[in-house]
């Protein structure tokens, strides 16, 4: 007799979004029949104190919330989440945009809305339920096999994301750092970074690497007006001034 395999998997509860599909695989980053690297924009994604949050339903939670937040921001911005190779971290996600997509795209828009989705879901979330998130934005040279993604920027990405330095002075909601080839890259050709008064440059020892990075973390502004700060010239929205009688 055939035996079926029959999936034991629990279906997602009511309202619940889609599992991500783990599946995508790194075929839109390799050129047919060559072993050339090509150049891409990447994300890497850490939730905050995840394995301090031991309850495997509640641990279920915060990773459904992660990729919800993930999708909508990337829609959002425009970034084909489709087109995107991905990759699961357990307590995160890498995202590796296609060649054709800008890499201005990972500072802004996508920074706003992903802080936007964020403090949205905080906003209702009980206090175990409420998502940190460290991010990390490179660009480089990536290779790809059926395996999956390597190269140096790769490495590199991850250096910036598991930093203790970075760790240390990650204290809100978002806390991003950029490389310093993007922030450089970024600051001539004014791709919409947080200007230089509201990134702080730091210090990255990790492992073989030795650089400085630009971190950034938002104090002030609503995530409404976020996309437009990250517009202006590098400059915080102004506030509005009380007219005086």
Sequence with gaps: MKQVAMNTAPPPA???????DLTQHAAVLRPPARQWPVHCGMI????????????????????????????EACRSAGLDWDACHREDRGDGL???????????????PLVGHL???????????GRSARLRLRMAVH??????????VTGTAVNHLFRLLEAPAFKAAATGDLALIVSGYLYEEAAVHRLGLPGPDRLTPLTITSKETRTVAWTWQPTGPRPDRLARALQQDGRPPRRQRRQRR
Excluded: C, E, M, S
């Design 14 to 20: 009511f309202g619940d979004p889609p599992p991500p």
């Design 139 to 148: 660009a480089g040279f990536v290779y790809a096999d059926p395996y999956g």
């Design 115 to 125: 802080l936007a989705g964020l403090r949205a879901h905080n906003k209702v979330a």
């Design 94 to 108: 890498l995202l590796i945009a296609p060649p054709a997509a800008g890499v201005h795209i990972l500072l802004h």
């Design 44 to 71: 890497a994604l850490d939730i905050t104190g995840f394995a301090r949050r031991a309850d495997p339903h509640l641990q279920l939670h915060l990773r459904q919330a992660l990729y919800r937040i993930t999708h």
